[in-house]
């Protein structure tokens, strides 16, 4: 069974001698901890399986709609091509929903969080539902003993800070040299990548004494190593997972849509940053992934976005997970 955050855990054990003011106590502390206002009913969606002896958390951080799918997806095509194939999978053809999905892995002697969502900048669009996934499955912030960093985008970086501090005050940092370095380079300036260039100076670099640059091969924990996927951004970084002879690959933003990403490899998406090297990398990992079959998290995928990819035509087809991981 997955294990539980350390706050959950102990709170857990002791239910049967814990008094009602101390669990009020409790509650007031987390909020407190948490720095977020929580006002919903409902908390956000999460999922819970098990890699070998590793717990994994998944967190829906929100999703939302866009239109024009062909111009992210299949940026070279024609919208009728694009269409004719989103029809083909029972999708509409004006619309398409991308969804957000920061992963914990408890390794038993680290809780590992892959990116961190929104955070506040998306929370007046329902987005930015980190946190209250975190404390749905059992964690709080200060639970979190490494953040590891895929690559630097607003949606993978926006969940660093909380009210002016870091929203993980015990963790320390992880993400690839080359990544860093682009983003926090002046020669950003004047240039499309100037917005994220300031966002990264406001949230990532804040905490850069905290933080350690890898390159491909580099292990994170025992059991989490590293893998260059560049293409999407200069440095975007991919990992393997494995944990008693289970494997899994935290596949980031190599395909960003389930259809459009992974049947058409080859087609242009607007948000990769080198859309040839982009598409070469999308081949070879999901080749890797099919070959091998193994299971991966793709951070753009549906919810709870983990399954499989099968070879079809000249690209692959997304098989969701079932119970493959409860057994």
Do not use: C
Not at 1 to 20: D, H, K, Q
Not at 186 to 205: D, F, N
Not at 209 to 221: L, N, P, R, S, Y
Not at 281 to 295: E, L, N, P, Q, Y
């Amino acid at each position: 069974m997955p294990s539980m955050g350390r706050r959950a855990l102990l709170g857990t054990a002791g239910m049967g001698i814990v008094t009602a003011p101390a669990l009020l106590r409790g509650e007031a502390r987390a909020q407190e901890t948490n720095r977020l206002e929580i006002n919903r009913a409902m908390p956000p969606e999460t999922d819970r399986f098990s890699v070998g002896s590793f717990g994994v958390l998944v967190v829906k951080d929100g999703s939302r709609a866009s239109g024009a799918p062909n111009e992210t997806f299949g940026a070279d095509q024609s919208a009728e091509t694009v269409g004719e194939l989103l029809e083909e999978n029972f999708l509409p053809t004006d619309q398409f929903v991308n969804s957000f999905a920061p992963t914990v892995i408890n390794s038993g002697s680290d809780v590992v969080l892959f990116d961190t969502g929104m955070g506040p900048g998306g929370r007046a669009q329902g987005m930015g539902r980190l946190i209250e996934g975190l404390t749905a499955g059992g964690y709080t912030p200060e639970d979190v003993t490494v953040v590891v960093l895929t690559h630097l985008h607003g949606d993978h970086i926006g969940g660093l800070m909380e009210d002016g501090g870091p929203a993980f005050p015990n963790a320390r940092y992880v993400t690839g040299q080359i990544e860093y370095d682009f983003w926090t380079d002046t020669a950003r300036v004047g240039t499309p990548a100037e917005g994220g260039h300031k966002s990264v100076l406001e949230k990532v670099k804040p905490l850069a004494d905290k933080m350690t640059f890898i390159g491909d091969g580099a292990e994170v924990v025992s059991g989490i190593t590293g893998m260059a996927a560049f293409g999407h951004t200069p440095g975007h970084m991919i990992f393997n997972v494995e944990s008693d002879g289970r494997r899994l690959i935290l596949a980031a933003d190599t395909a960003n849509h389930y259809v459009l990403s992974l049947q058409r490899p080859e087609w242009e998406v607007r948000f990769d940053m080198d859309k040839a090297a982009a598409a070469a990398t999308r081949k070879k990992v999901f080749d890797m992934i099919a070959t091998d079959r193994v299971a991966f998290l793709g951070y753009h995928m549906p919810f709870p976005s983990v399954g499989y990819a099968e070879k079809l035509d000249t690209g692959y087809r997304f098989v969701p997970k079932s119970y493959q991981f409860e057994i």
